[in-house]
């Protein structure tokens, strides 16, 4: 041993019975311990703050490990260090008392239902809001402080070092962002589309030849009879940059005059419902009586829609070029075609809200099937720590 190194000796109590026997004391019943802290002080074992049963606990491992602790035993005063230091910290004894089954319960319950909670609060606050800033940030508000309120449980896992509440963090983290993706890509695709509706004007009896400059801000349109849509002059395409995915289709919406003079200021429009010159069956495009429309337009707040109007004002200059169709200077209007209007305006919020009730079911799935998977996750590791018998140099850590 390299002069000057200390040495750390813990003493088997088993060695010092006889006339020392009475200075340790005993345990009775392991409930109270006589004598304990007096041998304590002599240095003999040391407590480090633990109750009656930790120590008893550990006290087969410190009476295997007496002999090891003694000089010229090979083990270097590191893992003696290390010993001592796991000490201090109170290691778990090697045998736990099992837990109340209703316990168990409670901590399933918890983990299926907090997170499920804050993805239904994240998803409907997103999906139904109306479009206005006050009623956007309110929703985004409420997906921050769901993550916000996740992290104050992560951080009670760090100073508390109980499982569930890494687990109610790392779950309400997941739920609520992902509840914030679902709602905003529903508010895109369905509701902000009702929410326009409500807050524009609608227009009866339109001409499609005659100038659209009047009713741009139109929500829905009902056109005059004779209207139709030109289903030969149909048009889609795929945009490159996205890989091929989504198939972008138009076809003009004419009368006998504009279908004289071949010129197009109305356009019916869908996604994935034709084929790059054939087939255009979006909406009611294929019925007679169908002659109303609702209204796609660029809406700045909403990425998708900015895309998808984009895409749609890219296919009419493709359009026009390909059937030698003329386009008037103002912007060409799109529309979904439909039989009334008025009642495809009052179904997209009802398919909001069906959407994002489905989503929530879904995801209480989901929610059960995690508390289940990390509730048996966490009693195998604690199974296996009760059969790892803890040695000097290595005793059983806590449970992540």
């Known amino acids: 041993m390299p002069a000057g190194q200390p040495v750390v000796i813990i003493m088997d109590p088993s060695l010092i019975r006889g006339s020392h026997a009475g200075g340790m004391g005993r345990y009775d019943g392991g409930q109270r311990r006589t004598g304990t802290t ?6 003999l074992v040391p407590t480090f703050g633990r109750s009656a049963a930790q120590d008893e606990a550990l006290m087969p491992a410190l009476q295997s490990s007496a002999l090891e602790t ?43 239902a907090v997170p499920w909670v804050m993805f239904v609060i994240a998803i409907f606050a997103t999906a139904l809001m109306p479009p206005t800033a006050l009623a956007r940030i309110a929703a985004w508000l409420a997906v ?13 896992y760090v100073h508390a070092r109980a499982p569930i509440y890494k687990y109610l963090g790392i779950l309400g983290i997941a739920a609520t962002s992902l509840g914030g993706m679902a709602g905003s890509t529903i508010f895109d695709r369905e509701t902000l589309q009702y929410w326009m509706a409500q807050s524009r004007i609608s227009y009866k009896a339109v001409v499609p030849s005659q100038p659209a400059g009047g009713i ?10 004779g209207t139709r849509v030109d289903l030969r002059r149909s048009f889609g395409f795929r945009d490159p940059r996205e890989g091929g995915g989504t198939t972008y289709c138009l076809a003009p919406v004419m009368d006998i ?43 700045t707040s909403s990425a998708h829609a900015s895309i998808v109007h984009s895409m749609f004002r890219e296919g009419v200059d493709q359009a026009s070029a390909m059937y030698q169709l003329s386009t008037p200077e103002e912007d060409p209007i799109f529309v979904r075609w439909c039989e009334d209007a008025t009642v495809e305006v009052s179904q997209k919020l009802g398919i909001a809200i069906v959407s994002a009730f489905v989503l929530c079911l879904l995801y209480l799935a989901l929610s059960v099937f995690l508390a289940g998977w990390l509730h048996w996750r966490t009693g195998q590791k604690r199974q296996d720590w009760q059969q790892a018998q803890p040695t000097l140099g290595s005793f059983a850590p806590r449970l992540a």
């Open 38 to 43: 007096a041998a304590a002080a002599r240095g």
């Open 70 to 112: 003694t000089p010229g035993n090979g083990r270097s005063a590191d893992e003696r260090r290390q010993l001592l230091r796991a000490l201090e910290k109170g290691s778990r004894p090697s045998q736990s008392r099992p837990q109340d089954p209703q316990v168990h319960m409670q901590s399933v319950g918890a983990m299926v």
């Open 144 to 156: 921050v402080l769901g993550i916000g309120f996740s992290l104050l449980l992560i951080q009670v």
């Open 216 to 225: 741009s801000d139109a929500a829905t349109l009902e056109f005059v009879p």
């Open 257 to 299: 005059a504009s279908t004289e003079t071949n010129e197009v200021r109305f356009w019916a429009v869908g996604t994935d419902c034709c084929e790059p010159s054939w087939g255009f069956r979006c909406g009611a495009a294929r019925s007679p009586s169908a002659r109303s429309g609702l209204v796609v337009r660029d809406v």
